[in-house]
């Protein structure tokens, strides 16, 4: 999953939390700014805090990031930086990111990996 979900979809679980709220609100703001209400990913976003758990609309909105370019975007990669930031600031946050980045390793037939290259083959 790439930075800009994995910020997102551990930022869904923390939103009570001011620190994150805030950030995820700043994440949201700028998204729209930057896109428009219209827009995949913002579309996306607002699905995802109804249906969290969604692997429909996490694709959805990992496909439109990087087809909007939103990892090749300072403002939104500092955005998502001070998102992530908080959410390992709080209890076991750093450890819910490492989750949700592990959820979406998976693979049929062998992986093998080390310090280089990964090689899938099946």
Do not use: C
């Not at 999953?1 to 994995?6: A, E, G, P, Q």
């Not at 969290?52 to 694709?59: R, V, Y």
């Not at 600031?89 to 490492?98: D, F, H, L, S, T």
């Amino acid at each position: 999953m790439d930075i800009f979900t994995s910020a997102i979809m551990a930022a869904l679980g923390n939103l009570g939390v001011k620190a994150v709220g805030d950030a995820y609100e700043g994440v949201k703001a700028l998204v729209q700014r930057k896109f428009g209400a219209d827009h995949k990913m913002t579309k996306a976003i607002e699905e995802l805090e109804q249906e969290p758990d969604s692997d429909g609309w996490k694709l959805v909105l990992q496909e439109a990031a990087k087809k909007a370019g939103a990892d090749k975007d300072a403002e939104i990669m500092k955005a998502v930086q001070a998102l992530l930031d908080a959410v390992k600031a709080q209890p076991g946050g750093e450890k819910a990111i490492q989750q949700i980045i592990n959820q979406q390793v998976s693979g049929s037939g062998h992986i093998f990996s080390g310090s280089g290259n990964v090689t899938v083959t099946k």
